[in-house]
């Protein structure tokens, strides 16, 4: 590895829980593309990025009780896996949300020396009427929507937007269908790696154009998955996706450290 690169940003992914689907699951009428189901994984992941003096995680999961509540495998926190990389949470600098679901923004509070950065689109869905529809409503929960409320009129939230720059080499991609303020973030320059959260779970959704089974509008989905090949300059190897088992591969670190039901999984993908 090069010095150059080893001066770049450091990106960790951190892999906090698990669980056993199907591809009719996971994708959006899959009948569509008359092939067999399969077994596919849903891997929970958040990220720490380490750069320029500052820490800045992506996501933040959810906690053991609404895991549990959800019936995904648990592993730990996030703050339990940013532990287990030597770090005390409460030194982490920025908390960046990528959407609202469950999944991303349970564990706020773990991080209570961070300011917490969101696009103003992803607050004013939840606070509007979708969040009376079952469709949407049953992804999120409350209790995450007012922590984040009340941290805005607290003044700790920086609203972004595409181009953001959280660090000089960390920016924000605004990556909508899935969710409405979907964002991702590109680390490293325009030749770095594309953490896409749930703008991609999968691989196969942007390299086989097949939808994620939720969405807030499918056809702008459809264009996120077209930007974030052209973001990537099509390399399979610079697209971190949210959820995608094939990540422990693709970054060579196998599944000889993966203890489910233990502790979260951290390794580095940068
Ligand atoms: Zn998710």
């Given at each position: 590895?090069?010095?150059?690169?080893?001066?770049?940003?450091?990106?960790?992914?951190?892999?906090?829980?698990?669980?056993?689907?199907?591809?009719?699951?996971?994708?959006?009428?899959?009948?569509?593309?008359?092939?067999?189901?399969?077994?596919?994984?849903?891997?929970?992941?958040?990220?720490?990025?380490?750069?320029?003096?500052?820490?800045?995680?992506?996501?933040?999961?959810?906690?053991?009780?609404?895991?549990?509540?959800?019936?995904?495998?648990?592993?730990?926190?996030?703050?339990?896996?940013?532990?287990?990389?030597?770090?005390?949470?409460?030194?982490?600098?920025t908390v960046v949300i990528s959407h609202l679901?469950?999944?991303?923004s349970?564990?706020i509070?773990?991080?209570?020396?961070a300011r917490i950065a969101i696009h103003p689109k992803e607050v004013e869905f939840w606070t509007?009427?979708?969040?009376?529809?079952?469709?949407?409503?049953?992804?999120?929960?409350?209790?995450?929507i007012?922590?984040l409320i009340r941290a805005i009129r607290d003044g700790r939230v920086d609203f972004v937007t595409e181009g953001s720059a959280i660090?000089?080499?960390?920016t924000v991609r605004h990556?909508p269908?899935?969710s409405v303020g979907q964002i991702?973030l590109?680390?490293?320059?325009?030749?770095?790696?594309?953490?896409?959260?749930?703008?991609?779970?999968?691989?196969?959704?942007?390299?086989?154009?097949?939808?994620?089974?939720?969405?807030?509008?499918?056809?702008?989905?459809?264009?996120?998955?077209?930007?974030?090949?052209?973001?990537?300059?099509?390399?399979?190897?610079?697209?971190?996706?949210?959820?995608?088992?094939?990540?422990?591969?693709?970054?060579?670190?196998?599944?000889?450290?993966?203890?489910?039901?233990?502790?979260?999984?951290?390794?580095?993908?940068?």
């Amino acid at each position: 590895m090069s010095a150059v690169r080893e001066a770049g940003p450091q990106v960790y992914a951190i892999a906090w829980a698990e669980d056993e689907r199907t591809d009719s699951d996971q994708f959006y009428r899959f009948k569509t593309y008359s092939e067999p189901d399969s077994v596919r994984p849903l891997v929970f992941f958040a990220w720490l990025i380490s750069h320029a003096g500052r820490l800045t995680l992506f996501d933040t999961g959810a906690s053991r009780a609404v895991a549990g509540q959800r019936g995904i495998n648990y592993m730990g926190s996030v703050a339990d896996g940013v532990r287990e990389l030597g770090i005390d949470p409460a030194v982490v600098d920025t908390v960046v949300i990528s959407h609202l679901h469950y999944d991303h923004s349970g564990g706020i509070p773990d991080f209570p020396g961070a300011r917490i950065a969101i696009h103003p689109k992803e607050v004013e869905f939840w606070t509007g009427p979708n969040l009376a529809r079952a469709q949407f409503n049953s992804i999120v929960e409350l209790d995450d929507i007012v922590f984040l409320i009340r941290a805005i009129r607290d003044g700790r939230v920086d609203f972004v937007t595409e181009g953001s720059a959280i660090t000089p080499d960390i920016t924000v991609r605004h990556l909508p269908g899935h969710s409405v303020g979907q964002i991702g973030l590109q680390v490293g320059g325009v030749d770095g790696l594309l953490l896409a959260a749930d703008a991609a779970h999968y691989y196969d959704e942007v390299f086989s154009n097949r939808p994620f089974t939720v969405f807030s509008d499918l056809p702008v989905m459809y264009d996120s998955y077209d930007r974030i090949r052209t973001l990537i300059g099509g390399a399979r190897d610079r697209l971190v996706p949210g959820h995608d088992s094939q990540v422990f591969d693709v970054f060579g670190t196998g599944d000889a450290l993966w203890r489910p039901g233990r502790t979260p999984r951290v390794f580095r993908v940068r």
